[in-house]
């Protein structure tokens, strides 16, 4: 089941709000909310909740066990657990195939399938118990508030990656009111239109121009073009679903870290990690690259084991390795080289220097086939390209002009400058107030009408981040 699926927006959504606020009591609504987020998660394939609920177990009783006995121990353990869990279920057929490519290697590689949004509350459970180790927060007594945090269907799919810190006091005590509901509404039905509107969109531009079937008939322009509209589907594709999670979060009581901050606006490659998926870049930074040392001690050596970890972790493919060791350049120069070019530069050149090294980025990315994408980066320099502009391409720009146009905007922070003109109005006066209030209830019913109308007459509605 996934958020932007009218049986999970009209019929698991209102379902579960309705069980979590037909009684009062934080003990009714987190049963409620756990009973709800197994269901979720079990609704692909039941068997792997018990996979989940053995790693919440796991480390429940390490927590505990960690006031009592060896700490360091405890925490290794856990640990080692908790990675040997990711590595068997979504990196075993990686490592096997790897060993294969070996002279004299043929081993059976295994079929397992991988569950849903393993990678994220993995990386919860370990921030969860490293945080204990730190002794930056208690242990959680209750098991069954322990499963609430790691099971929450509105960030287990796709984040953000929720630290047990910045939700501990929400879990144990939250009373949601009218505003909260009303934010986030409004926040998912933000999110939903995104998904359904701008990057479904954009996906179905992209796969026209990057599907290696069209190789042969692919200009140079036509290769930049569909790479353009990737670029902007799997932002508007990720950052649509962490508008979704933290809308349904507000919505709930919790308030959710943001995940994405127009990170396309960024004028360096640092600055664009410091935009883009902010809930994993600060995971890594604060569990994997300050603990090796940070920049005090092998600051290249750290930032190396970091982005080739960042790169696997988005998935068992050689190519996202090189997809994070492609980033793993550009960071490593941009401190002592880069950034005094990029600060004698005029802004629109920094900016395009990150959208080139970006876009470029997303090749990697997209193909897992090494093959197609050399290819299809031989077509963007002209390498086997059928000639630099087509027809095709030509006709496809006029026909949807202004769909891109609005699909470039909506990069750039124009909604939120537009919410903080009408916050500033709305504090004017009371009337003023409800005139805001009464813009936002149209504007969300709009974007969720809108967004229903495209789910329900296009069949076209992947979502890139799930297989993570």
């Known amino acids: 089941m996934v958020f932007s699926s009218l049986l ?101 590689v295994p079929n397992i399938a991988l569950p849903i949004g393993i990678s994220f509350y993995t990386f919860q459970v370990v921030s969860y118990i490293v945080d204990i180790y730190r002794g930056e927060v208690e242990p959680q007594t209750s098991f069954p508030r ?32 009218f505003k909260d509901i009303c934010a986030g509404m409004n926040r998912f039905a933000c999110g939903l239109a995104k998904k359904a509107i701008l990057a479904n969109i954009c996906g179905s531009l992209s796969a026209t121009y990057m599907d290696s079937a069209h190789f042969g008939s692919l200009s140079v322009m036509g290769a930049w073009f569909g790479l353009l509209m990737y670029t902007l589907e799997i932002y508007f594709d990720f950052s649509a679903y962490s508008d979704m999670a933290i809308g349904m979060g507000r919505m709930l009581g919790f ?27 600060s995971f890594f930074r604060d569990y994997v690259y300050i603990p090796l040392g940070g920049s005090r001690k092998g600051r290249i050596r750290n930032l190396l084991i970091v982005w080739a970890l960042t790169g696997l972790w988005h998935g068992a493919s050689w190519n996202f390795v090189l997809w994070g060791l492609w980033y793993f350049v550009f960071i490593a120069l941009e401190k ?80 939120r400058v537009l919410k903080q003109h009408c916050a500033r109005f709305a504090r004017r006066s009371a009337k003023a107030e409800h005139v805001i209030f ?11 009408l809108a967004g229903t109308v495209l789910l329900v007459g296009n069949s076209y509605n992947p979502f890139i981040y799930f297989r993570f």
């Not at 009062?24 to 792997?48: K, M, Q, T």
């Not at 390490?62 to 353990?77: D, Q, T, V």
């Not at 009464?438 to 969720?448: D, E």
Request: charged content about 15%.
């Open 146 to 177: 322990l499963l609430l945090y790691v099971s929450m269907f509105p960030q287990l799919v796709a984040g953000p990656i929720v630290r047990y810190g910045h939700i501990a006091r929400e879990i144990g005590k939250r009373e949601p009111d």
């Open 438 to 448: 009464l813009l936002r209830c149209a504007v969300t019913g709009a974007l969720l």
């Open 336 to 415: 002592p080289v880069l950034n005094r070019v990029l600060k004698a530069a005029p802004r629109p050149l920094r900016h395009l220097y990150l959208m080139l090294v970006v876009m470029l980025g997303w090749v990697w990315f997209y193909f897992t086939d090494m093959g197609e994408m050399v290819a299809f980066l031989g077509r963007l320099f002209g390498v086997g390209a059928a000639g630099f502009i087509d027809m095709g391409l030509r006709l496809e720009v006029t026909n949807n002009v202004f769909f891109i146009f609005v699909a470039l905007l909506a990069c750039f922070p124009v909604v």
């Open 8 to 108: 999970f927006i009209y019929v698991f959504l209102p379902a579960c709000l309705l069980c979590c606020f037909i009684r009062r009591g934080v003990s009714w609504r987190n049963g409620a909310l756990i009973v709800f987020s197994l269901i979720f998660y079990a609704w692909g394939e039941p068997v792997v909740v018990f996979l989940m609920l053995t790693t919440v177990a796991v480390n429940y009783e390490a927590a505990l066990l960690m006031n009592r006995r060896r700490r360091k121990i405890i925490l290794i353990a856990a640990i080692v657990f908790d990675i040997a869990m990711l590595l068997v279920f979504k990196y075993s057929g990686f490592l096997v195939e790897t060993l294969n490519a070996l002279p004299g290697i043929s081993l059976p």
């Open 255 to 281: 308030r959710y870290h943001e995940n994405f901050r127009y990170p396309y606006i960024a004028q360096s490659v640092t600055e664009f990690w410091r935009r883009w998926h902010i809930s994993l870049s």
